[in-house]
């Protein structure tokens, strides 16, 4: 049975009421701009028990195995070059949201889906480089299965060569070479698109390193697991 490192559950409601007050920022932010909010310590750290027994090859092979979905051939994860503490699994909740919250925890590269019944589901992630930080509560207002990439404005002045995909120019065809891969959910904070997103990820060499614009990606095949079992304006929140 494995075990990994979280937050105790006091120390994760004390953020989240912290939390609340921080204000998303867009996948565009500025580099080397500094993070929401301050440094939070985590003094007394739980572990978070899986309910069931790690996963046998046979069942990673299948959780990870080629998918044909909307038309695409999603490839195989090397499931056996990642570490396995970010496979998909169930675990005791450490997190004391109510059901149905997701809840990113940005220094150990999981997300967590509450589930009824005090267990949660856990993906392993990508998230934002240093100067791309970020974190609030928001909601999940729009979900898309095979999303258009359309970079923001701002990146694209970053990185001119992505002007082709601009939102003017209409953004990025759906495909297994978009970034935002397989799906995409939207998060909005007081009504407002935060222009940060839990997408899909054509590239598994990422999870569990900090890589992107700001917005945190998953495996293909995670995303679709997650996809389907978000319930409709699902609460987010993300810590830093």
Same mark, same amino acid.
């Given at each position: 049975?494995?075990?990994e490192?979280?937050?105790?559950?006091?120390?994760f409601l004390s953020l989240s009421a912290m939390t609340a007050a921080s204000a998303l920022t867009g996948c565009a932010s500025t580099a080397g701009g500094?993070?929401?909010?301050?440094?939070?310590?985590? *003094?007394n750290p739980i572990r978070a028990f899986q309910t069931t027994p790690a996963p046998t090859d046979a069942e990673l092979a299948v959780m990870y195995g080629p998918i044909e979905d909307g038309g695409f051939l999603i490839p195989a994860v090397p499931y056996q070059q990642i570490d *396995?503490?970010?496979y998909r699994q169930q675990v005791i909740d450490p997190t004391g949201q109510p059901a149905g919250t997701i809840v990113v925890d940005t220094p150990s590269r999981f997300l967590y889906l509450v589930q009824p019944g005090g267990t949660a589901m856990r993906y392993g992630v990508g998230i934002g480089r240093e100067g791309f930080a970020w974190q609030g509560n928001g909601v999940i207002q729009?979900?898309?299965r095979w999303p258009r990439w359309k970079p923001p404005n701002e990146m694209v002045a970053r990185q001119p060569e992505l002007a082709k995909y601009s939102i003017d120019n209409g953004g990025m065809d759906p495909g297994l070479k978009n970034p935002l891969g397989a799906r995409a959910l939207y998060i909005f904070s007081n009504g407002e698109d935060t222009l940060y997103r839990l997408h899909g990820?054509?590239?598994?060499?990422?999870?569990?390193?900090?890589v992107s614009s700001g917005c945190v990606r998953l495996l293909n095949q995670d995303i679709i697991d997650l996809y389907d079992r978000v319930p409709n304006k699902a609460p987010i929140l993300v810590l830093q």
């Open positions: 049975m494995s075990f490192k979280t937050f105790s559950r006091r120390s500094p993070p929401v909010g301050q440094p939070i310590a985590f *003094p *396995p503490r970010f729009w979900r898309q990820n054509p590239d598994w060499r990422s999870i569990g390193k900090a």
